[in-house]
C-alpha cells in the first residue's frame, strides 16, 4: 500500500482512520494512550495483526513522557499502560501477545538508563512492524501454491494490508498469486454489520487490479452452488492449539457452507495469532459490541427502537471444517495439535 496502515510518527501515531474507508481516506494521530485505545475499540485501526501493532505503538506513547528515575517506576508505568490497552478487545491474541512482549522487553533491559530504555521499547515496536510485514509475504507465497488458475475465491471480512502492517494474511496469497502472474477471481463477503468486506477488501482488491466480486453475507451459499467459488480463504483473530479458529462473524457460517459444498476453507494467519495456552476453541473469549451498530450502522435507523439485539464480533470455526491453516512458517493440515506444534517457539 501506498500508506501505512498505522506507524510510529515523530512521539505520536499516525494511522489509516478505517472507519470512514472507502469514501474517505484520512490519516489521524494518537498523541495519548486514550486515543489508542479508543481508536482499537472503535475499530479506526483493526485486524488482528493491526491490534497487536497498535498495542506495541499505544505502549510506546504510554511511556514515551515518563519522568521516572528508577526502572521498577518505569516498569510499573509500562504494566499499567498495557494493561489499560488489553482491556480495548477481547478476542485477537495479537494484542495481547505483543503486549506482553513489550513488558519483557523492558524486563530484559532493565539495567538501560530510562531514555535508553524508551528508545529500545519503541525499537522493539518497529521490529514488530518488520516481522509483520515479513511474515505477511511469507504467507503469501506459501498459500499461492493452494491456488489454480482460473479459480474463485471467497473471502469474509477483511484480512488484508489494513488489517496488518501491509500485505495482509488472507489477502496476502492473493496477492502473491496475482503478481505471480496467475489468474484468479475473488468474491467478498460483505461482512455485516460493519461491512469491512464491501468497505475495505473490495477498496484493497481493486486498487491491486484484482478482479473482485462483492455479495451480501446470506448469498456465499448459492455463489457455491452455482460452482462460482473454487475455495475460500479468511484471515483469524485467534488460532486454539487443537486448530479451532475465531474470526470475523460469519466465519463459521461460510466454513459449514464451504463443507457442503466440497468447497476447500483455508485459514491464513501469521504464528502470533496462535494460542497454545487454550486446547480448543471454547476457551477464546468473544467480543460482544454495541447494538447500534446493528440496529443503525452508518447512521440509518433499520430497527424498531429498543428492540433487543445480539451482536458477537467473533465466531469460532472448528477445527474439523478448515482445510489447512497458511502461516509464514508453512501451511498445516489436521491434525493441528502435531501440525500447529511444530511451529511453536
Ligand atoms: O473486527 P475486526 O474488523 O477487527 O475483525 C477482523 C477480522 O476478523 C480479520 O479477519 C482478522 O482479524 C484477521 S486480519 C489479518
Known amino acids: 500500500m ?3 496502515t498505522i506507524e510510529w510518527a515523530d512521539g505520536r501515531i499516525r494511522m489509516i482512520d478505517q472507519t470512514l474507508l472507502p469514501t474517505e481516506f484520512k490519516q489521524i494521530y494518537c498523541d495519548d494512550i486514550a486515543s489508542v485505545w479508543e481508536a482499537i475499540k472503535s475499530l479506526r485501526v483493526r485486524g488482528a495483526p493491526a491490534i497487536g501493532i497498535a498495542g506495541a ?3 510506546v506513547l504510554g511511556i514515551w513522557d515518563s519522568t521516572a528515575t528508577t526502572y521498577d517506576a518505569f516498569a510499573g ?3 499499567s499502560a498495557t494493561d489499560y490497552l488489553a482491556t480495548s478487545r477481547p478476542t485477537a491474541v495479537n494484542l495481547f501477545w505483543a503486549l506482553d512482549r513489550m513488558n519483557r522487553t523492558a524486563a530484559e533491559n532493565a539495567r538501560l538508563e530510562i531514555p535508553a530504555l524508551k528508545a529500545r521499547l519503541l525499537a522493539e515496536a518497529q521490529e514488530i512492524i518488520e516481522e509483520d510485514k515479513a511474515m505477511c509475504r511469507a504467507i503469501g507465497q506459501h498459500g499461492m501454491a493452494l491456488l489454480d488458475e482460473n479459480d474463485t475465491i471467497l473471502t469474509h471480512c477483511n484480512a488484508g494490508g489494513l488489517a496488518t502492517s501491509d500485505y495482509g494474511t488472507a489477502l496476502a496469497v492473493m496477492f502473491s498469486a496475482h503478481e505471480a502472474g ?3 477471481r475473488v468474491f467478498a463477503d460483505e461482512t455485516r ?3 469491512q468486506g464491501a468497505r475495505l477488501t473490495t477498496w484493497e482488491l481493486m486498487q491491486a487490479g484484482i478482479d473482485v466480486t462483492l455479495i451480501c453475507d446470506n448469498m456465499a451459499a448459492q455463489v457455491m452452488k452455482e460452482g462460482k467459488i473454487q475455495c475460500v480463504i479468511v484471515g483469524a483473530d485467534r488460532i486454539a492449539a487443537n486448530g479451532d479458529t475465531a474470526n470475523k462473524i460469519g466465519t463459521y457460517n461460510v466454513a459449514i457452507l464451504a463443507e457442503a459444498h466440497g468447497i476447500p ?4 494467519a501469521p504464528t502470533s495469532t496462535l494460542d497454545f495456552a487454550l486446547k480448543t476453541g471454547d476457551e477464546i473469549p468473544i467480543e460482544q459490541r454495541a447494538a447500534a451498530e ?4 452508518f447512521g440509518k435507523v433499520t430497527a424498531p ?3 433487543k439485539v445480539y451482536s458477537p464480533a467473533f465466531d469460532v470455526t472448528p477445527a474439523a471444517l478448515v482445510s489447512a491453516i497458511i502461516t509464514e512458517k508453512g501451511v498445516a493440515r489436521p491434525p493441528y495439535t502435531e501440525s500447529l506444534g511444530a511451529f511453536r517457539g
Do not use: R
Open 57 to 59: 505503538l499505544g505502549a
Open 294 to 297: 446493528v440496529t443503525e450502522g
Open 305 to 307: 427502537e429498543g428492540v
Open 77 to 79: 508505568e509500562l504494566k
Open 182 to 184: 496467475k489468474n484468479i
Open 265 to 268: 476453507f483455508y485459514v491464513a
Open 2 to 4: 501506498a500508506f501505512s
Open 193 to 195: 454489520p460493519l461491512l
